[in-house]
T-cell receptor, first 118, second 114 residues
Framework: GAGVSQSPSNKVTEKGKDVELRCDPI?????LYWYRQSLGQGLEFLIYFQGNSAPDKSGLPSDRFSAERTGGSVSTLTIQRTQQEDSAVYLCASSSHPQGTGVGNEQFFGPGTRLTVL | SQQGEEDPQALSIQEGENATMNCSYK?????LQWYRQNSGRGLVHLIL?????REKHSGRLRVTLDTSKKSSSLLITASRAADTASYFCATAPSGSSNTGKLIFGQGTTLQVKP
């Protein structure tokens, strides 16, 4: 596709329910990142994928959060037993960043999923 | 942990004026990037400056980087109403991880009045 896509664009759920957020990165981008932006806050790193592996999960706030990536492409972020503090915009980004070079490239962001936990 | 701190938090200027936003960070970096965000949704990459660069230009944008002071500035010249947005600096920390993950500042909200 032309850019990073995310679905759903908006998700309203009840406290205690599980949610799945999907990210389709730019084709060929090996690196994929999830970030979270709470109301009035900057972006907070959650997890990084290189291919299907997640060498950096340091930003996941609790064990209720998990993510996977399959086929080196689509990624799913799952939040179990959602809490009100999970309400935020969840942003996915992809990059052609090659692992280990330490150089880093620009990241291309999707439009985000706005999650509201009632 | 928060890496970048930006100032001002909010900036309001008239169309045609220049806008300057500053960013400070705490640790060694590989690069520093600036992003724009409209309406609290997706971010658009503006410019990337590497740690061995001091200044970079892109159209009406000028970015400087001072690694000795751990600071950067973004200058938007001849601003337009369409430049109204939030601007974030983001650093790619150097070190063993080398994941390319970005640490974002809190952002500067720019309003350009027509």
């Amino acid at each position: 596709g032309a850019g990073v896509s995310q679905s759903p664009s908006n998700k309203v759920t009840e406290k205690g329910k599980d949610v799945e957020l999907r990210c389709d990165p730019i084709s060929g981008h090996t690196a994929l990142y999830w970030y979270r932006q709470s109301l009035g806050q900057g972006l907070e790193f959650l997890i990084y994928f290189q291919g299907n592996s997640a060498p950096d999960k340091s930003g996941l706030p609790s064990d209720r959060f998990s993510a996977e990536r399959t086929g080196g492409s689509v990624s799913t972020l799952t939040i179990q037993r959602t809490q009100q503090e999970d309400s935020a915009v969840y942003l996915c980004a992809s990059s052609s960043h090659p692992q280990g070079t330490g150089v880093g490239n620009e990241q291309f962001f999707g439009p985000g999923t706005r999650l509201t936990v009632l | 942990s928060q890496q970048g701190e930006e100032d001002p938090q909010a900036l309001s200027i008239q169309e045609g004026e220049n806008a300057t936003m500053n960013c400070s960070y705490k640790t060694s970096i590989n690069n520093l990037q600036w992003y724009r965000q409209n309406s609290g949704r997706g971010l658009v990459h503006l410019i990337l400056i590497r740690s061995n660069e001091r200044e970079k230009h892109s159209g009406r944008l000028r970015v400087t980087l001072d690694t000795s002071k751990k600071s950067s500035s973004l200058l938007i010249t001849a601003s337009r109403a369409a430049d109204t947005a939030s601007y974030f600096c983001a650093t790619a920390p150097s070190g063993s991880s080398n994941t390319g993950k970005l640490i974002f500042g809190q952002g500067t909200t720019l309003q350009v009045k027509p």
